[in-house]
């Protein structure tokens, strides 16, 4: 298969970005450019004079400097919101130089604070930067929960998710896109839309619809798909803390000497929590716990010395309503590491 035929997510920008010494993503203008031809700010007919202006001069110059009386000068409030985020966006990526070092900052410098999606994509990039060499579907796959929230089914003791955002258009319009919703609107009832539960057999259609989010990964215990999550939570933090971990998953958490955990998402943070606290969890609570995870760091002397030799544990909980909303950024601020890491 073509390397060309191998490729996944083209629609990120990643070709856009360039490596500094590191290896680290660098942000360039044309990447820039990019967010600019987002619809949140891209002007429309509506669009005022001094809106339409900001945007041409940025276009030219991206890194061109933005001072409060340049947006006081646009008449709709909304945009002038649009344009602060941006621009606070923007000179953070400035400052930081890279991708991932701008990844870091919104979570360890949050202050102000900017919208999810930005971190989304920042992580998007990340990733593809970790997979572009040796592109593994189910990785890839697993990957998309860094930065797409999902739902999941419990079918047969198999733990199913899917995109959220795919369902959601899946059920709207029946897999059908603007001829679905009318046909929808009009007899009320379209026909069940199957999505490919993606596994080693069929592995290699990942690459033909990357950027549709549209195949559904089995997380069981002892399935591929969740071996391939570990795999990239190793790679994650190998690539933004440069820290070497070995990530399995398990069935039970089973030690008397349990010191640390990390919560995947909130609400496993939130069992995690009462779990070691010896709080008593209700069942149907508990049974939202998908996966638990043990962590062992292959250099030991980034931890503090009393929790070198033990391993830390990790849990994934999907909410109330079967949501899946995976925080990566928790792996990276919420380890014991030692001061020197």
Same mark, same amino acid.
């Given at each position: ?16 970005? =360039?490596?500094?010494? #590191?290896?680290?993503? +660098?942000? &360039?203008?044309?990447?820039?450019? @990019?967010? %600019?031809?987002?619809?949140? $700010? ?45 621009? =606070?966006?923007?000179? #953070?990526?400035?400052? +930081?130089? &890279?991708?991932?070092?701008?990844? @870091?900052? %919104?979570?360890?410098?949050? $202050? ?230």
């Amino acid at each position: 298969m073509t390397g060309k035929a191998r490729s996944f997510w083209p629609d990120c920008g990643f070709e856009l970005l =360039t490596r500094d010494g #590191r290896g680290r993503l +660098r942000v &360039t203008d044309d990447f820039l450019r @990019l967010y %600019l031809q987002r619809p949140e $700010l891209a002007p429309v007919a509506e669009s005022c004079a001094a809106e339409r202006a900001l945007h041409a001069a940025l276009l030219e110059n991206p890194r061109r400097p933005v001072t409060p009386v340049n947006l006081l000068r646009i008449r709709d409030r909304d945009a002038v919101e649009n344009w602060e985020l941006f621009v =606070t966006f923007r000179d #953070r990526l400035l400052a +930081r130089g &890279t991708i991932e070092d701008a990844y @870091l900052s %919104l979570f360890l410098d949050p $202050l102000p604070r900017l919208p999810p999606l930005f971190a989304d994509h920042l992580a998007q990039l990340v990733l593809k930067a970790i997979h572009e060499d040796r592109p593994d579907p189910l990785r890839l796959r697993a990957a998309e929960l860094f930065f797409r929230p999902q739902k999941v089914r419990i079918e047969e003791g198999a733990v199913l998710v899917a995109d959220e955002a795919t369902l959601e258009q899946l059920v709207e319009t029946g897999g059908f896109g603007d001829l679905g919703r009318l046909v929808r609107e009009a007899a009320g009832r379209l026909r069940t839309v199957e999505l490919d539960v993606l596994g080693e057999d069929n592995a290699e259609i990942y690459f033909q619809r990357s950027d549709r989010f549209d195949t559904v990964l089995d997380l069981s215990f002892t399935r591929p798909g969740l071996d391939a999550l570990c795999r990239v939570l190793e790679a994650w933090l190998a690539r933004l803390l440069d820290i070497a971990v070995s990530i399995q998953p398990l069935a039970q958490v089973r030690d008397e000497r349990w010191r640390w955990h990390v919560g995947l998402d909130a609400e496993a943070t939130g069992i995690l929590n009462d779990l070691y606290e010896g709080r008593e969890v209700e069942e149907e609570r508990l049974a939202r716990l998908l996966a638990l995870f043990r962590m062992e760091f292959r250099d030991p002397s980034v931890l503090p010395a009393a929790l070198r030799g033990r391993p830390v544990y990790l849990g994934m909980a999907m909410d109330a309503r079967n949501r899946l909303r995976l925080k990566p950024q928790n792996l990276l601020v919420n380890l014991p590491l030692a001061e020197a890491a």
